[in-house]
């Protein structure tokens, strides 16, 4: 495997970096997570132009231009000999010294890792998952802001252990008000009467690109998609419920906090919305190939 690291390629056991980036000692830096299927990179533009909302919103002065970036994400895939596969971009801090202050981290790095990924078994996309509601509240975006893709991902991972300790694979974070705000690394959609409704990112989720793709696709389909603030209560009456993201792509949840979701199924809308997501994949990015 070769990884890049700040313009060079190395094979993936000498790909390292200092012990003193702020990536590592503070969590001072940012990510994205990519997918290429079909000898294509799907959504490049959108995840390097919210990598770069990532960088301005922490002030981090990511050393390459958007352009650049998105030639190496592809090259990495080529080198890869990737067709389908998922691509990990990193921007950290740099290395500085013990302090936090990130004035003294000279220069950040830029890390690109493409390998494969499978979330989770194939038979859950038959089925439907089980999530239940965690303790941990997702970050105030007041605080930390959840737009921003940090490598700060504790919040999420506490979430996770807890619904791992529940038995289950996901969680959903309610904000501090109470309100759905999104999963440890999924956004969330119900389906109630044939409208879709998925929380206001201003209840403290991701701009997740899974996400704008989906209500792209439900629009088209003539679903009304709606972002009001939604309760535990909205979601055990919803009809539906499916969640999002680039590396779970689209999944069923049938369960949420030991409650049946609509006929314990995944549903025509869910469905339906699968299957249009698959067929854009295999068809849309930019490619990696000539
Ligand atoms: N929320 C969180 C917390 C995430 O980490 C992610 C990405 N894994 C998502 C939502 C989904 O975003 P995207 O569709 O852009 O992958």
């Known amino acids: 495997m070769k990884v890049y690291i700040d313009g060079k390629y190395y094979d993936g056991k000498n790909a390292k970096i200092s012990v003193f980036d702020h990536g590592l000692l503070y969590g001072d830096g940012i990510f994205e997570g990519i997918r290429a299927y079909n000898g294509r990179v799907f959504k490049l533009k959108e995840h390097i132009d919210r990598l770069f909302c990532s960088a301005k919103a922490i002030l981090l002065d990511v050393p390459m231009s958007h352009e650049a970036i998105m030639q190496a ?4 895939c080529r080198r890869n000999k990737i067709r389908d596969g998922y691509i990990r971009l990193v921007v950290t801090r740099g290395a500085g010294t013990l302090g936090l202050n990130p004035n003294r981290c000279r ?3 830029v890390i690109i890792i493409a390998d494969k990924i499978q979330l989770y078994p194939p038979e859950l996309y038959e089925k439907g998952l089980a999530i239940v509601t965690v303790p941990t509240a997702r970050n105030l975006h007041s605080a930390l802001n959840p737009a921003i893709k940090s490598l700060n991902y504790l919040n999420n991972i506490l979430a996770k252990i807890e619904a791992n300790n529940a038995g289950c694979e996901e969680a959903i974070m ?3 008000e109470g309100f ?8 969330l959609f119900i389906v109630q009467a044939g409208q879709i409704f998925t929380p206001p990112l201003s209840a403290g989720a991701l701009y997740g690109i899974t996400r704008g793709v989906v209500i792209e696709m439900a629009r088209e389909e ?3 998609v709606l972002e009001p603030n939604l309760t535990r209560y909205d979601l055990f009456n919803a009809d539906e419920c499916f969640l999002t ?3 779970a792509e689209l999944i069923p949840v049938v369960r949420i906090d030991g409650r049946v979701i609509g006929k ?3 549903g025509p809308v869910t469905r339906k919305l699968v299957d249009k997501y698959r067929t854009l994949t295999k068809v849309s990015g930019e490619p990696i190939y000539d």
């Open 73 to 76: 994400t592809v090259e990495v």
């Open 107 to 109: 220069n950040p790095s």
């Open 174 to 176: 309610l904000n501090a």
């Open 180 to 187: 759905v705000a999104e999963c440890t690394g999924d956004n």
């Open 222 to 224: 003539g679903l009304a």
């Open 245 to 247: 993201g680039t590396g």
């Open 264 to 266: 314990g199924r995944p």
